[in-house]
């Protein structure tokens, strides 16, 4: 009776079986992660429920009989060569290297228990480390290794395994694995009784025991199961998906077993087309208005008494800054500046630096701003690095420059350029000539200057105004809260284009938030640009409370909860954008709307989006 076996086992158990084989798993689980991070499509509960569905998964007769082929020829189990399937989907899916898979074990390795009724089984915790230089072929053979092990040291009952490792604990998941692997592979039988016959009946599942269970067994028509999956974290068109890219994997892997594990296809043709082809059909065709300073002109004839820029002591119409920028630009181009001739300009948050850039666009030249607040090393590396012509400045920051710099200080030249014609200069630029050129952080390194072209530049004004702006009538006051030397300025520059004022943010206000939203609603503010992390800081001090806002929000991840409390506000249109300096400021954009998740949105016109894994292949839907 199964009694007497229980008694057996504990006795054998206490001979020092029970010792050696727990110190294999000690050595084979140390330090193994606690938790598998898949993408889920929910958050995952502090507390797991069991509540679960079920999506089929099936494998061809051709696939199944490739597989059960290659398994002979490798010296493998098809179980094994599943769990090594099933563990590279798990890697790629979750990014990481270490998986442990549970795995149910008949545990009647004994004849003398083969007519015995009782719940023999056993858990098995099944572990690999994926390197995605290697290849699936030698990821098999490991797995081969370890799962005999396994199977040699598979008489410790899991419950005891968990005592006596201590695993971290959480009420929010399983310890030690969290994704089962279930192949039935007992012949087939079938069930008679005298007077009766058996037709199983399918069910739906109501309970699953892990996050996911792939479950698969042996027919005629091929490999046949189910995944079960918790519905608190995942949707029934995720774990269909998931069943998908396991059939796509095992297809890639039999052809190219010898290929690195990051190569293996995962997506098929139709989703390949669709994440890189569908989803980046954003091609658009847009009127070309000129260069940013050409449009600038038009729009200065459209509406000359209009309020252009403000700082803290000067405002300009778009006619008055206008007139001056010429009068710089006149000057600029006798001193040489044309196209793809660079120009560095520093000055303090003003109204004068807004003159200056505009000039020199007017003269055909490209910008470079650079900040007053850094280093001289990485001023004095810039001006180098970029090969400025010259330099245009107030006579204040000269002691931040080598003497040697050819600089034109725009405080001290007044008379000399108000002497010089107001008219726009003649137009040089081509779509193709350099606009700008802004320098990034160097993180990695030395500071990086990127280089921008108009037609980039004006591409993003036109894509900014078909989604950001595509509901706006009437002039607005639009901040310019960044630094000229950071990219984040130049959407905001480029909204002179269709009327709208410039408001430079105060530098006291850029560091208090609560100078900032005085000043947003003193100065009856439109639109805002500013990171998660201050825009959290400026709602805490009634931002938006009293009249609408636009506020454009980038640089950072906006979380959850932040993206939560954005879309409650009636008051607020807030939109996430992201985009690299390389890729003109901003490649995509999405509204901050109720009942929506944190996402960077959909590509903006005449930009392509990939979301690529670590080895530069396309991940999946709902793979980071």
């Given at each position: ?313 000067l405002a300009l119409s778009f006619a008055e ?12 181009r006798a001193l040489g500046v044309g196209p ?206 009293s009249r609408p806002l636009r506020v454009l ?72």
């Amino acid at each position: 009776q199964y009694a007497d076996y229980a008694v057996w086992q504990r006795q054998w158990l206490r001979d020092g079986v029970l010792d050696a084989q727990l110190a294999y798993w000690k050595q084979q689980l140390a330090d193994a992660p606690a938790l598998l991070e898949l993408p889920t499509d929910r958050p995952r509960p502090s507390v797991q429920s069991f509540r679960g569905a079920s999506v089929p998964v099936s494998f061809s007769p051709t696939a199944s009989a490739a597989l059960a082929s290659f398994c002979q020829a490798e010296g493998v189990t098809p179980f094994m060569a599943l769990l090594a399937l099933w563990q590279t989907l798990l890697s790629r899916y979750s990014g990481q290297l270490d998986i442990s898979v549970g795995s149910p074990i008949a545990g009647r390795q004994r004849s003398e228990t083969e007519s015995l009724i009782g719940f023999f089984v056993n858990t098995l915790v099944l572990r690999s480390s994926l390197q995605p230089h290697l290849s699936f072929r030698h990821l098999l053979s490991s797995v081969r290794s370890s799962t005999l092990a396994a199977f040699e040291h598979q008489d410790v009952p899991f419950e005891k395994l968990v005592e006596v490792l201590h695993p971290q604990r959480s009420l929010s998941h399983s310890p030690l694995f969290q994704v089962l692997l279930v192949l039935q592979n007992t012949p087939a039988s079938s069930l008679s009784l005298p007077g009766l016959s058996f037709l199983p009946l399918a069910r739906d599942f109501e309970a699953t025991k892990a996050d996911l269970s792939l479950s698969l067994s042996d027919s005629p028509s091929g490999l046949r199961g189910s995944l079960s999956f918790r519905t608190d974290l995942f949707d029934p068109s995720t774990a269909s998906r998931l069943a998908l890219h396991l059939r796509t994997l095992l297809d890639s892997a039999l052809a190219s077993p010898n290929a690195p594990l990051a190569s293996l296809q995962l997506l098929s043709q139709d989703e390949r087309s669709t994440l890189l082809l569908d989803w980046n059909d954003s091609a658009q065709s847009f009127p070309w208005r000129g260069c940013f300073h050409e449009a600038f002109e038009a729009q200065s004839a459209l509406s000359p008494l209009a309020l252009a820029v403000l700082d803290d002591s000067l405002a300009l119409s778009f006619a008055e800054l206008n007139s001056r920028a010429n009068q710089l630009a006149h000057h600029l181009r006798a001193l040489g500046v044309g196209p793809e001739v660079r120009v560095a300009l520093c000055f303090e948050r003003s109204a004068l630096s807004l003159l200056a850039l505009l000039a020199i666009l007017k003269a055909g030249g490209a910008y470079v701003p650079l900040d007053s607040s850094a280093p001289p090393e990485r001023l004095a590396f810039m001006l180098q690095d970029s090969g400025a012509l010259l330099l245009l400045s107030h006579s204040s920051l000269a002691h931040l420059f080598p003497s040697s710099t050819h600089s034109l200080f725009l405080d001290s030249s007044s008379s000399l350029l108000e002497a010089l014609p107001s008219s726009n200069p003649s137009h040089l630029s081509l779509p193709q000539h350099l606009a700008y050129v802004i320098y990034t952080s160097g993180s990695t390194g030395k500071p990086k200057g990127v280089l921008i072209q108009h037609a980039s530049l004006m591409n993003l004004r036109a894509a900014l105004a078909s989604s950001v702006y595509s509901d706006v009538s009437s002039p607005l006051r639009v901040s310019l809260n960044a630094p000229l030397s950071f990219d984040a300025s130049v959407k905001q520059l480029l909204q002179l284009v269709d009327g709208h004022s410039l408001l430079f943010v105060p530098q006291a206000a850029r560091e208090d938030p609560s100078l900032l939203v005085a000043w947003a609603a003193a100065h009856h503010l439109d639109v805002l640009d500013c990171s998660p992390s201050l825009l959290r800081l400026l709602l805490d001090e009634g931002l938006a409370s009293s009249r609408p806002l636009r506020v454009l929000v980038g640089g950072e991840h906006v979380d959850d909860s932040l993206w939560a409390r954005i879309s409650a506000l009636p008051l607020l249109s807030c939109f996430n954008v992201y985009g690299p300096t390389e890729c003109t400021v901003d490649a995509s954009s999405r509204l901050i709307a109720p009942n929506s998740r944190p996402a960077l949105g959909k590509p903006l016109p005449n930009v392509s989006l990939f979301v690529l894994d670590d080895s530069l292949s396309p991940c999946p839907i709902g793979v980071p």
